[in-house]
């Protein structure tokens, strides 16, 4: 699954690293992202019909949209063209500037609030990890909390002790659906969990424990939520790997 690049909707995840430059699909956050084939074979077809005309971002922004729409089978939002791709990728600003699933509340207010988000976006944001999984050995930590193999008290005790089943030492890299039962649909589920102490990620819970961001969760087991369009430094790709 793809995710927005750090400098906006600009397709700078689809470079390929360079002998002087690791790009952003390099990085740590990024490692276990697929699909970029589809991307890549989307273009070129439009290069075929259309050349130097539709961009990698509009490629990208189009594809997340009908990724999303399929299960309701009719576009849930309008997408306006026109991105351009941007020619600056790199893995060192991603891992600083991509969330972990390690943050507090904190941590992650202060990044959100460095892009000119607030708090009700942190939050809505939030809310992709309806969609996708993670890999046991990311929720390691909550599993094994003060290093004396406690949970992390914020989690549900039956959630938790369900990822201690599927979880051990030797399986880091076991499969953990990041919205259980619902990681392939794209709806309010992520909420209903997290309001249940069920959210997968420490940065997940850490969204709990402010009233504002609490509240917003609550309100979000019923979502509406817009999207914004960022720009950058840009131009459009013959192909999308540059």
Not at 35 to 63: F, H, M, N, W
Not at 113 to 122: A, E, H, P, R, Y
Not at 209 to 220: F, H, K, M, W, Y
């Amino acid at each position: 699954m793809l995710v927005v690049s750090i400098k906006g909707c600009d397709a700078s995840l689809l470079l390929n690293s360079t002998s002087t430059n690791a790009v952003e699909k390099e990085a740590r956050p990024n490692l276990s992202l697929s699909g970029y084939d589809v991307i890549d074979d989307i273009k070129t077809r439009l290069e075929q019909e259309c050349p130097d005309t539709v961009s990698c971002a509009d490629i990208v922004a189009l594809a997340a949209r009908d990724a999303v729409s399929y299960q309701f089978q009719r576009p849930i939002w309008r997408v306006l063209k026109g991105r351009r791709d941007g020619i600056i990728s790199s893995a060192s600003e991603a891992n600083i500037n991509l969330p972990s699933p390690f943050s507090n509340f904190t941590t992650l207010k202060q990044l959100f609030s460095s892009k000119g988000l607030n708090v009700i976006d942190l939050v809505t944001l939030s809310g992709a990890h309806t969609i996708g999984v993670s890999h046991c050995g990311v929720i390691g930590r909550r599993l094994n909390f003060t290093g004396k193999g406690d949970v992390d008290p914020s989690l549900d005790p039956t959630y938790a002790e369900f990822l201690r089943t599927k979880c051990s030492r030797t399986t880091p890299t076991t499969i953990l659906e990041m919205d259980p039962q619902s990681s392939t649909s794209f709806d309010s589920h992520y909420y209903r969990n997290l309001n249940e102490n069920r959210g997968l990620f420490q940065s997940d819970a850490a969204l709990l424990n402010d009233p504002t961001s609490a509240v917003i969760s609550e309100l979000l087991e019923n979502p509406a939520f817009s999207l914004l369009n960022l720009h950058g430094q840009c131009k459009i790709w013959e192909q999308c790997k540059y």
